[in-house]
């Protein structure tokens, strides 16, 4: 254990949570990390690896479903790279016989209604079938629901998709995410099939304090979805890369700031009565209140439970990640702990204040656009912060990201909102004899100096 990290406080706040949660929920082995920009890493383990091998933090845990998150990655790179569009059928693209119009971004979002696991009773016997067999029994799987419908998880989804990168990439999916994820980021210690550092998985007995062992489960041709090993350590990065990759990956050599975003949108609820958790491309995300996402998955395996997060808005420091590996099936704590962590993480440890300091000067051509306006009868103000020109809506929370604009390449006086309110439409100004905007047109609405009405 590491506590250099961070004070002896914060060090012994995390800890007692830590040990109470592998306490109270008698859990064999846990072991936790805390990844952030601008602190070393911090991990913790508790318990017993269950293996000759002492429990450390190069211990290796099953991960079961956060291996979807890297197989959405691989998707999403091979979207970039012009091999497929997202709303194009996989049939387009690999034989899957009777869902072969189902579009990938149905299929990546849980929205494609397709069965959840592959045909036959697959966790029932523990035997999951080779690529040939998937692919063969495709006869025999359904459509359990309209694509479209709604949430509906399913593991063979995923694995078809990991089919899909491998013929994309001429290759197979555990290469492909070797070189383009793996390799790239420097998670060494996440592997397809489990190293001499693994940890044994448990049922915890409910009524006793005895636990028996399960047997590791192979998931073949399924892997794209729940086949991953690897220690807290790297998943904490990973974890933070979901959440910034700007800061994890600065050169976008595994995936685009802007991909990443675009995985991060919101596609479906998980729960239709209760909007406490949404889905994106792959990527689970648990909304906190006032602003605030925590974006990852979580995943369960025989003797295993996973949960790997990164958070997103409030005064959470920079590429912030937390993973959480436990070497029991049954403790849902485990997976409750990642938000736990994180919310205790920007409690006691927030990030630094940085001070204010002088900025370049306005360009000259937009010096008469800064100040306050008024749209739709709504007060707005526009500023130049970052070197980009902005605009915030006067009542809105400080909290709220503005809309911020880019100029068009070849336009003087148009320019592109590239995020905030009304993203990807245009800001077109009108000037005076003198150079100065006296008028703006933002999405068709007219933006002027003094409350106007429509007309």
């Known amino acids: 254990m590491t506590t250099d990290a961070v004070t002896q406080d914060v060090a012994t706040k995390y800890q007692r949570l830590i040990r109470s949660t592998q306490a109270e929920n008698r859990i064999p082995a846990l072991s936790v990390a805390i ?80 069965q959840r696991e592959p ?98 489960v192979d998931t073949v041709a399924v892997a794209p979805a729940a086949q991953l090993w690897g220690a807290p350590r790297d998943l904490a990065k990973w974890a933070a890369f979901l959440a910034d990759p700007a800061t994890v990956d600065p050169d976008g050599a595994v995936l685009s700031k802007a991909s990443v975003e675009e995985m991060r949108w919101p596609l479906t609820v998980t729960d239709e009565h209760l909007w406490a958790a949404g889905f994106g491309l792959g990527l689970l995300l648990q909304p906190q209140g006032d602003r605030v996402m925590h974006v990852g998955h979580d995943g369960a395996m025989p003797g295993f439970l996973a949960g790997v997060y990164g958070r997103l808005g409030g005064d959470a420091p920079g590429a912030l990640g937390v993973a959480v590996l436990g070497s029991s099936g049954t403790a849902g704590a485990i997976v409750e702990l ?81 995020s905030g309110r009304e993203a990807g439409e245009r800001l077109r100004l009108t000037r005076d004899h003198t150079g100065a905007v006296i008028e703006m047109n933002h999405a068709t609405y007219r933006l002027t100096r003094t409350q106007a009405t429509f007309g």
Not at 35 to 56: E, F, I, N, Y
Not at 85 to 114: A, E, F, K, N, Y
Not at 367 to 378: C, K, V, Y
Request: with cysteine; hydrophobic share 40%.
């Open 338 to 418: 990642p938000h736990k962590l994180l919310n205790l993480v920007v409690e006691a440890d927030p990030a630094e204040i940085k001070p204010w300091v002088i900025a370049d000067p306005v360009p000259a051509d937009y010096r008469s656009i800064l100040g306050r306006w008024w749209i739709e009868g709504s007060e707005v103000v526009l500023s130049w912060k970052d070197g980009t020109l902005q605009m915030r809506v006067a009542e809105d929370a400080a909290g709220r990201p503005p809309s911020v604009f880019a100029p068009i390449e070849g336009e003087t006086d148009i320019l592109r909102t590239v």
């Open 119 to 216: 045909h036959g009773d697959v966790w029932d016997t523990l035997q999951a079938p080779d690529l040939d067999g998937l692919l063969a029994d495709l006869e025999w799987t359904e459509r359990v629901l309209p694509a479209g419908r709604r949430y509906h998880y399913s593991n063979l989804a995923v694995a078809l998709l990991g089919y899909l990168v491998g013929v994309k990439r001429n290759s197979t999916w555990a290469s492909v995410l070797q070189d383009r994820i793996l390799t790239p980021l420097g998670l060494a210690t996440v592997t397809v099939q489990p190293t001499g550092a693994a940890a044994v998985g448990y049922l915890v007995d409910a009524y006793s304090d005895s636990a028996r062992a399960e047997e590791p």
């Open 35 to 114: 990844h952030r920009a601008d602190r070393p890493l911090w991990t913790m383990q508790v318990g017993s690896s269950g293996t000759d091998r002492p429990l450390d933090a190069e211990t290796q845990f099953r991960l079961g479903s956060v291996t979807k998150t890297f197989t959405a990655v691989l998707v999403m790179q091979c979207r970039d790279d012009g091999l497929l569009d997202l709303d194009d059928p996989i049939g387009d693209h690999v034989d899957v016989g009777q869902h072969s119009g189902l579009t990938i971004r149905r299929l990546i979002s849980h929205t494609s209604g397709i």
